[in-house]
């Protein structure tokens, strides 16, 4: 019985050194192989600076309504849903979302689907396409125009 433990003993020692010795060759290689692919950085032209020009044509962030515009817009949207403001901060943020579609110059269709997926859900589980239009028009006349 001695002889047997001792032999898996020497055999478990073999496997922890071989792998010990794998493991030093492995890092070896992997930075052998890193050394000889040329990195993209040295050898790629630097990126030229934006222009003022390229930087306006960026759409500005959406801009945040005031307290009366705020108002405003909290007001229409509980004449669409009264559920739309259960979480008036989360109403607004999302209003604020919709006005950058509509900054950013999307179509209206575009501006209208996301507009409905942005309010759909929790206390509003679907809104009728009408619905999204109103909300995209209630966006529109509070302090996105």
């Known amino acids: 019985m001695e002889r047997k433990k001792r032999n898996w003993i020497i055999a478990g020692v073999a496997v922890l050194a071989f792998g010990g010795v794998l493991s030093l060759f492995e890092d070896d290689s992997d930075k052998a192989e890193a050394d000889a692919k040329p990195t993209h950085a040295?050898?790629?032209?630097?990126?030229?600076a934006e222009k003022p020009s390229?930087?306006?044509s960026k759409p500005a962030a959406a801009p945040s309504p005031d307290a009366?515009?705020?108002e405003a817009l909290i007001r229409a949207l509980r004449t669409i849903e009264?559920?739309?403001v259960?979480?008036?901060d989360r109403a607004v943020d999302r209003a604020r979302n919709v006005c950058m579609d509509i900054k950013g110059g999307k179509?209206?269709?575009t501006v209208q689907k996301n507009a409905k997926s942005r309010y759909e859900g929790?206390?509003?589980p679907t809104l009728t396409d009408d619905q999204a239009a109103n909300i995209v028009t209630a966006v529109k006349s509070s302090f996105c125009s």
């Open 42 to 48: 040295a050898s790629a032209p630097a990126k030229p």
């Open 54 to 56: 390229e930087q306006a």
């Open 68 to 70: 009366a515009q705020r």
């Open 82 to 84: 009264p559920g739309l």
């Open 86 to 88: 259960a979480k008036e």
């Open 107 to 109: 179509d209206s269709a």
């Open 122 to 124: 929790g206390t509003v």
